[in-house]
């Protein structure tokens, strides 16, 4: 079980980062990562630890995409009542995000875990993580897309434990995997 440990409490200008780091700061004991992954998702209802949720998380992350003008705000009727959407408004940086996932496992692959670029690394495992890898390929030809479904499921099958002991400061990225692989 991986344990988080606060390196540096120092702000970082983001404010769910910054509250995340102020209940790193606070509990007592190190908590696993699949712990605060729970707790900054909303994802457990722990009554000694319900000080460390994050409030409102979901709606503070799409309304930072909104006024980035990532996604738009709309309301939908479902039957008897009105729900807010977060649809996809800028589609060129959606098909800029994309193309480069999809790049980083076809024309630029590395084979080697420990080389690949940090952001997409974690890029790669939230997407798995969030089961829409396959949407990730989607557009590509079939045969592009097995040689990229085959070499992601290479990298996401690869021991965590294995590449966190390489360093190179993708040790949180491997533990994430970890956690949701459990």
């Known amino acids: 079980s991986w344990q988080v440990l606060l ?3 120092a702000p970082t200008g983001d404010v769910l980062l910054d509250e995340t780091l ?7 004991t190190a908590e696993t990562v699949q712990t605060w992954i729970e707790l900054l998702t909303g994802e457990t209802w722990n009554p000694f630890k319900l000080q460390y949720q994050l409030r409102n998380v979901r709606e ?22 009105d729900m807010t959407t977060h649809p996809v408004c800028n589609a060129a940086e959606k098909q800029r995000l994309l193309k480069k996932l999809q790049e980083s496992v076809l024309e630029r692959w590395v084979n080697e875990p420990q080389r690949m670029e940090r952001r997409t690394l974690a890029l790669l495992v939230l997407a798995h993580a969030s089961d829409v ?3 990730v390929f989607a557009s590509l030809a079939d045969d592009k897309y097995d040689v990229a479904m085959n070499r992601t499921k290479e990298l996401l099958d690869t021991d965590p434990e294995v590449e966190a002991a390489k360093g190179r400061g993708t040790e949180m990225i491997w533990a994430v995997l970890a956690a949701f692989n459990k």
């Open 7 to 9: 390196k540096s409490d």
């Open 133 to 135: 890898l396959e949407n």
């Open 22 to 28: 102020r209940h790193i700061k606070a509990t007592e």
């Open 60 to 81: 503070r992350l799409a309304k930072a995409l909104v006024e980035k003008g990532i996604l738009s705000t709309e309301k939908q009727n479902f039957l008897l009542f």
